[in-house]
């Protein structure tokens, strides 16, 4: 099984909402990302979490908020977003072998916020 | 961090080879090259990873000069369904932020 799973599919949100974006991978990754991908744009790297220990970009703001549960599975909560912040939300694994690495990506949660 | 340099867009007809250049000036000497595809609304998509000289894979082929400085990416025969865009990455597998997408390709694929 080579999928990374990410749901919901599309999010619509007020901008006083708290809202969860989910991913699950079972490939026995221990490396898991969140990236915000703009139109037109590369995507970007929010967070990382390596052996379930956490890295941060330092430019993402507060309102968004990581959580690793265990190696499979990783959540970005979401809270008083801006508008913004609506974007393609994109989800990575991979497991680093002999110096190499190869990213998994989820299909990804469109978000709009209002 | 590596930074890597791409065209922003290429055209190419059904059938042509295509050849995608991303150049890496300082690339360090654990660091890794690899390609991702992208489609609209979708995740990155694998290609073809390699360190020096070339490697094949089912889908493309990846040519690397000896001082590593750039990398080619080769698409034969390229369809409608290869419009996309391509990514080239270069990173010492330890992943986290030292691995980042550069601008990429804007490949278009025409009949």
């Known amino acids: 099984d080579t999928e990374v799973t990410q749901t919901p599919k599309h999010l619509v949100m007020g901008m006083t909402n708290k809202k969860s974006l989910k991913c699950e991978q079972h490939m026995g990754h221990r490396a898991m990302y969140w990236y915000k991908q703009k139109a037109k744009k590369p995507p970007e790297l929010m967070f990382v979490?390596?052996?379930?220990?956490?890295?941060i970009n330092e430019s993402v703001p507060s309102r968004f908020s990581p959580e690793c549960p265990n190696s499979s599975l990783l959540n970005l909560h979401l809270h008083a977003l801006q508008p913004e912040d609506s974007a393609l939300y994109l989800c990575a694994s991979s497991q680093s072998e002999g110096g190499q690495e190869t990213q998994y990506f989820g299909p990804g949660t469109r978000l709009l916020v209002l | 961090l590596a930074k890597t340099t791409q065209p922003i867009s290429m055209d190419s007809y059904e059938g042509q080879e295509v050849n995608i250049t991303c150049s890496h000036n300082n690339i360090a000497t654990n660091d890794y090259i690899t390609w991702y595809q992208q489609f609209p609304s979708q995740g990155p998509r694998f290609i073809i990873q390699?360190?020096?000289t070339k490697v094949t894979n089912e889908v493309a082929s990846l040519f690397i000069p000896a001082d590593r400085k750039s990398s080619t990416l080769s698409l034969p025969r390229v369809s409608l369904s290869d419009t996309a865009v391509y990514y080239c990455?270069?990173?010492?597998?330890?992943?986290?932020?030292?691995?980042?997408f550069g601008a990429g390709t804007r490949l278009f694929v025409k009949a």
């Open positions: 390699g360190y020096k």
């Open positions: 979490y390596s052996y379930e220990k956490l890295s």
């Open positions: 990455l270069v990173g010492d597998g330890t992943g986290g932020f030292k691995t980042i």
